[in-house]
């Protein structure tokens, strides 16, 4: 079945320093991938997404490309803000399961980012 | 655009109970999907709906329900509660399949003593 692999932290950070946080995914189709990010009380928003191989996902700074070869798709910025802290969760949605369904995103378990001043 | 909305924002319950909840796309949106988040398990896809049908299904037992209505409003019910259902329950929305981009709602809090 699907899975996706993610470092859970908590990861602490000085501000401004340069954030990487790792991703792999295992898929039986050609999955699109996410990053969602949780602030505290709060549902998830939607950071960036790739839906093939090579893309870049960015936004607000932080980028992700979709590497078929390492079924990878790490999340990168390169000067964090106090701001950045919250939970971060790296998501597949498989377009490939029998009858054309999906059975939902397929996440992994939220990466806990604490930016410090 | 209005975003997800979800309602009660916070319930209690006893074991035993049963619990409606309830979501409403954006609009425009036709499929709508329900996650539970606990710390123990993460984020858990209990099923999807798209046109009044459920189109998916996790791997849940059968308490765990749903439907959706011609407005693409859609309902969770959770009956006999149990402890282990306490979480956060995420409704969902995309345009037509889940596989498009999700977009979620702010959740409904449930605790069950």
């Known amino acids: 079945g699907n899975s996706v692999t993610q470092m859970e932290g908590p990861v602490t950070l000085s501000e401004e320093a340069f954030l990487t946080i790792n991703c792999t995914y295992t898929?039986?189709?050609?999955?699109?991938l996410f990053w969602y990010v949780q602030y505290p009380g709060e549902g998830l928003q939607l950071l960036l997404k790739?839906?093939?191989?090579?893309d870049k996902g960015s936004n607000k700074g932080f980028e992700a490309t979709y590497r078929k070869e390492t079924t990878s798709f790490h999340l990168e910025k390169g000067s964090v803000q106090v701001s950045d802290s919250a939970v971060y969760f790296c998501?597949?949605?498989?377009?490939?399961?029998?009858?054309?369904?999906?059975?939902?995103?397929?996440f992994g378990k939220g990466t806990h980012l604490i930016i410090q001043p | 655009k209005a975003g997800v909305t979800q309602t009660p924002r916070y319930l209690i319950k006893t074991r035993g109970q049963q619990v409606t909840l309830s979501c409403s796309p954006i609009?425009?949106?036709?499929?709508v999907s329900w996650y539970q988040q606990t710390p123990g398990q993460g984020l858990q896809f209990l099923f999807e709906y798209f046109s009044e049908t459920q189109r998916n299904k996790g791997n849940f037992p059968g308490r765990f329900s749903g439907r959706q209505f011609s407005n693409s409003r859609s309902e969770m019910n959770v009956s006999t509660l149990e402890l282990g259902d306490s979480a956060l329950y995420l409704c969902a929305s995309s345009l037509v399949l889940s596989q498009e981009t999700q977009y979620f709602g702010p959740g409904t809090r449930l605790l069950v003593l």
């Open positions: 998501a597949l949605s498989d377009s490939a399961r029998s009858g054309g369904g999906a059975d939902g995103l397929t």
């Open positions: 790739a839906t093939k191989a090579d």
């Open positions: 898929a039986t189709g050609y999955p699109s």
């Open positions: 609009s425009g949106h036709r499929s």
